[in-house]
Nanobody, 122 residues
Framework: QVQLVESGGGLVQAGGSLRLSCAAS????????MGWFRQAPGKEREFLTL????????FYADSVKGRFTISRDNAKNTVYLQMNGLKLEDTAVYYC???????????????WGQGTQVTVSS
């Protein structure tokens, strides 16, 4: 059974940092493109970033470029999202996803985690 489990969310003050992890089981993460998405209450799911299979290529949404960094450790079957300079508008549930293609559309991803809440306070 394939599982993606996010962790590392929580409450942080504006300007602070968090590091999210996404641990995979039941699949070999090294064969998948990995993405991070988020969904705030009342809003549509938003693409944030993705990383290619071997980590050589990354892509970021304008909303997080320069503040968030995606990385992967295929040996640990884990993907990370380092979030710095957090803003109030970053408050959302954050999801990792695994897919076969480099794509910013959520529908292109095959597997999803259950999400982890990130709340940024003033």
């Amino acid at each position: 059974q394939v599982q993606l489990v996010e962790s590392g969310g929580g409450l942080v003050q504006a300007g602070g940092s968090l590091r999210l992890s996404c641990a995979a089981s039941g699949l070999t993460l090294s064969t998948y493109v990995m993405g991070w998405f988020r969904q705030a209450p009342g809003k549509e799911r938003e693409f944030l970033t993705l990383i290619s299979v071997f980590g050589g290529s990354t892509f970021y949404a304008d909303s997080v470029k320069g503040r968030f960094t995606i990385s992967r450790d295929n040996a640990k079957n884990t993907v990370y999202l380092q979030m710095n300079g957090l803003k109030l508008e970053d408050t959302a549930v954050y999801y990792c996803a695994a897919g076969r293609d480099v794509n910013t559309y959520g529908a292109a991803y095959d597997y999803w985690g259950q999400g982890t809440q990130v709340t940024v306070s003033s």
